[in-house]
């Protein structure tokens, strides 16, 4: 199994939110996913609670069975919606991809 993780920063006053607005659209839409996108086996979105210099606004670890389902789950159509909005919306991104 592949555990992919996501952290987001996003821009202040982007689409006319804030950053913890972007972060509760992107749990919302991104937790919709589970039983639309068969290849997610586990999925949890996390805001941030500290607001430290050193935070990032949100976090996203997604289970997958392999590379080739990550692959899948990224061409998803329904993922790559929230993908057009987070680009619109991210000041910075990292993503650690790791087997189980």
Do not use: F
């Amino acid at each position: 199994m592949l555990k992919h993780i996501v952290m987001w920063r996003y821009k202040d006053g982007a689409e006319g939110k804030s950053p913890l607005e972007h972060a509760q659209w992107m749990k919302q839409n991104l937790e919709a996913l589970v039983g639309v996108v068969p290849e997610i086996l586990d999925l949890e979105y996390g805001i941030d609670q500290m607001s430290t210099p050193a935070s990032y606004h949100g976090v996203l670890t997604v289970v997958v069975a392999d590379a080739e389902a990550l692959k899948r789950y990224a061409n998803h159509p329904e993922h790559l919606k929230i993908v057009d909005y987070a680009s619109r919306v991210t000041e910075s991104r990292v993503v650690v991809d790791y087997t189980l």
